[in-house]
């Protein structure tokens, strides 16, 4: 019985080529170069970013405006958290990034870092993050036995 060598694959073969590696998740980029971040890191918004914020609050609050019912109580427009008390991530990649030490403190608006005069340190007084305060426990309902009774 002769047997045939095909010399070329059928359209029936199965694809012999090796699939094409998945690609890389896709992060925030690094804010120096533009590869993907490794790291990240808080600082204080600048003022232009604050400013940003405030547009887009005070544009989301005319927009509740115009959806509301007018024979409902006009909506209430929510405070704004100050810009002391807001934080924009920072990214970098990894040759581009600060200390472990300085990436766990809260940095100024205008801290220059990723910038490679200062790496792998930053030019600002950065500021600790705020202690989480202990969670204690409410008391118990009335209703609730204490020592398992």
Do not use: F
């Not at 045939?4 to 694809?15: A, N, R």
């Not at 427009?77 to 991530?89: D, G, S, Y």
């Not at 989480?132 to 609730?144: C, K, Q």
Request: aromatic share 4%; net charge negative.
């Amino acid at each position: 019985m002769d047997t045939l060598t095909p010399t070329e694959p059928t359209p029936t073969d199965p694809d012999t080529t090796p699939a094409p590696p998945a690609p890389a998740p896709a992060g925030p980029p690094c804010g120096l170069c533009g590869d993907s971040a490794l790291v990240h890191w808080m600082r204080r918004p600048t003022d232009e970013e604050y400013a940003h914020y405030k547009a887009l609050e005070q544009d989301r609050y005319n927009q509740t405006l115009l959806l509301a019912d007018p024979h409902l109580p006009k909506p209430v427009q929510t405070p704004l958290i100050p810009a002391a008390e807001m934080t924009v991530a920072v990214y970098a990649c990894g040759p581009h990034a600060i200390t472990l030490e300085d990436a766990a403190l809260i940095h100024s608006s205008a801290c220059t870092a990723p910038n490679e005069t200062d790496l792998p340190g930053h030019d600002c007084v950065a500021e600790r993050l705020p202690a989480e305060p202990p969670e204690e426990p409410g008391p118990l309902p009335a209703h609730w036995t204490s020592g398992g009774q």
